[in-house]
C-alpha cells in the first residue's frame, strides 16, 4: 500500500493550488482519507477528510469555504482543491488512508490512519 502526494508549489496570496494523492495496492473507495499539514515547527494538524462509501466530506474551520476533497475512483486519486490560500496556510501536506472503521468525529485523528504519503510542500508567499 503506497500513498503518493503531489501538486504542491509556490503560489502568491489568493491563489490556488490542487494537491493530488495517488493510492496504489488498494481501492480509494474503500478507505477513508484525510489531509493533514505541517508548518515548520508546528504539529502535523488535520485539513479534511473523505469517507469511504456515502464519500461525506469533513473540513477544518480554517480551511471551509476555500479548501474542496474529492476522489476520483476510476484513477484511485483523492484531490485537494486549495483556493483562497493565504500565508498561514504554508505547509507540508499529507494525504493518509484509514484501513479500519472510525467514526467521523475521529477524522481528526492522525493516530487513525493507516498509511501515509510522503507529503507535498505548499508555499504561499508573495
Known amino acids: 500500500v503506497q500513498l503518493q502526494a503531489s501538486g504542491g508549489g509556490l503560489v502568491l496570496p489568493g491563489g490556488s493550488l490542487t494537491l493530488s494523492c495517488a493510492a496504489s495496492?488498494?481501492?480509494?473507495?474503500?478507505?477513508?482519507i484525510g489531509w493533514f499539514r505541517q508548518a515548520p515547527g508546528n504539529e502535523r494538524v488535520w485539513v479534511s477528510s473523505?469517507?469511504?462509501?456515502?464519500?461525506?466530506?469533513y473540513y477544518a474551520d480554517f480551511v471551509k469555504g476555500r479548501f474542496t476533497i474529492s476522489r476520483d475512483n476510476a484513477k484511485n486519486l483523492i484531490y485537494l482543491q486549495m483556493n483562497g490560500l493565504a500565508l498561514e496556510d504554508t505547509a507540508v501536506y499529507y494525504c493518509?488512508?484509514?484501513?479500519?472503521?472510525?467514526?467521523?468525529?475521529?477524522?481528526?485523528?492522525?493516530?487513525?490512519?493507516?498509511?501515509w504519503g510522503q507529503g507535498t510542500q505548499v508555499t504561499v508567499s508573495s
Open positions: 473523505l469517507s469511504d462509501g456515502n464519500g461525506n466530506t
Open positions: 493518509a488512508a484509514m484501513v479500519g472503521y472510525s467514526p467521523p468525529d475521529m477524522f481528526g485523528e492522525s493516530y487513525e490512519y493507516d498509511y
Open positions: 495496492g488498494f481501492t480509494t473507495g474503500y478507505y477513508a
